[in-house]
């Protein structure tokens, strides 16, 4: 069974350039949650796809958007990047919703906008 | 707003020794979960805890969860330098929106 792979796993980016990370779920799993860890801070949820439709948005601006495919994989998108969004972006995914579901983690992405 | 509030926030102890991290929150949760995160890696789930009271093993840590549902605790007897790593607590409420709130996390070091 493969794992939640993320892509790429660095990235660098300057202020107001447009950038698109990857997830791909582990295998059966329906629901994708994105999350955005800052140095020093535990991990806020952005938003989770379920069956290809937003399933609920955390406290994060239009410009954070997202996709889900068909295969179930997913990509965060967010433009008119800011300092602020350096950060390690997670992605987790789990075999339906439900708050008993287990979520399993990918490794992230780490993002520096300079 | 931080719902989660984790204590301490760094911990640095020698082999053999045992500790006590604690999650804290004025709101109510379906559920709490325990992390465990390394360096350049996404967090590894740890245990889930859902009725309040309950209290689970893992080997040498065991977690509790408040009668309120509202608090939790990760004890480590014996600690070996293994278990250093980024220890996360998060809540979960019911619901459709599966939304995983985390603490700040405690970052322990143990030290051989």
């Known amino acids: 069974e493969t794992g939640v792979t993320q892509s790429p796993t660095h990235l660098i980016k300057t202020r107001g350039q447009q950038v698109t990370l990857r997830c791909s779920s582990q295998s059966g799993h329906n629901t994708v949650s994105w999350y955005q860890q800052a140095l020093g801070q535990g991990p806020q949820f952005i938003f989770q796809y379920y069956r290809e439709e937003e399933n609920g948005r955390g406290n994060f601006p239009p410009r954070f958007s997202g996709l889900q495919f068909p295969n179930y994989s997913s990509e965060l998108n967010v433009n008119a990047l800011e300092l602020d969004d350096s950060a390690l972006y997670l992605c987790?995914?789990?075999?339906?919703?439900?708050?008993?579901?287990?979520?399993?983690f990918g490794p992230g992405t780490r993002l520096l906008v300079l | 707003t931080q719902l989660l509030e984790q204590s301490p926030q760094f911990l640095s102890i020698q082999e053999g020794e045992n500790l006590t991290v604690y999650c804290n929150s004025s709101?109510?949760?379906?559920?709490l979960q325990w992390y465990r995160q390394e360096p350049g890696e996404g967090p590894v789930l740890l245990v889930t805890v859902v009725t309040g009271g309950e209290v689970k093993k893992l080997k040498r840590l065991t977690f509790q969860f408040g009668d309120a549902r509202k608090d939790s605790s990760l004890h480590i007897t014996a600690a070996q330098p293994g278990d250093t790593g980024l220890y996360l607590c998060a809540g979960a409420r019911g619901g459709s929106n599966y939304k995983l709130t985390f603490g700040k996390g405690t970052l322990l070091t143990v030290n051989p």
């Open positions: 987790a995914s789990s075999l339906e919703l439900g708050f008993q579901e287990t979520q399993y």
């Open positions: 709101s109510v949760f379906s559920s």
